[in-house]
């Protein structure tokens, strides 16, 4: 079973910078499109950036121009830098990454299979 591993939330003041790390373990797989998602209560989960195989990414208009997303595609990991932090940042970020597993040589019937991290807490403080 794969699993996504989230690090890097916390605490930080509005203008100041976090750093987001996740990376995918658990067998023998293959991974497409990885990136962000931010949940805020009484809000459903929405896009804060994405990354392709090949590099394309895509953000949220609000992440636009704060954060940068890249990945290292032979360690499985996605990484979100997120700067000038606005007290909107504030929520629940959770990894997400499409994950074709492969066991025994043959691969999932289900093809990438949308596999989401536990969450981290980012609370940005005015």
């Known amino acids: 079973q794969v699993q996504l591993v989230e690090s890097g939330g916390g605490l930080a003041q509005t203008g100041g910078s976090l750093r987001l790390s996740c990376v995918a373990s658990?067998?023998?797989?293959?991974?497409?499109?990885m990136g962000w998602y931010r949940q805020t209560p009484g809000k459903q989960r929405e896009l804060v950036a994405r990354?392709?195989?090949?590099?394309?990414?895509k953000y949220s208009e609000s992440a636009k121009g704060r954060f940068t997303v890249s990945r290292d595609i032979a360690k499985h990991t996605v990484n979100l830098q997120m700067n000038s932090l606005q007290s909107d940042d504030t929520g629940v970020y959770y990894c997400f990454a499409e994950i074709l597993l492969v066991v025994g040589g043959i691969s999932d019937a289900r093809g990438y299979v949308d596999t989401w991290g536990q969450g981290t807490l980012v609370t940005v403080s005015p």
């Open positions: 658990g067998g023998t797989f293959s991974v497409n499109d």
């Open positions: 990354i392709t195989v090949g590099g394309r990414t």
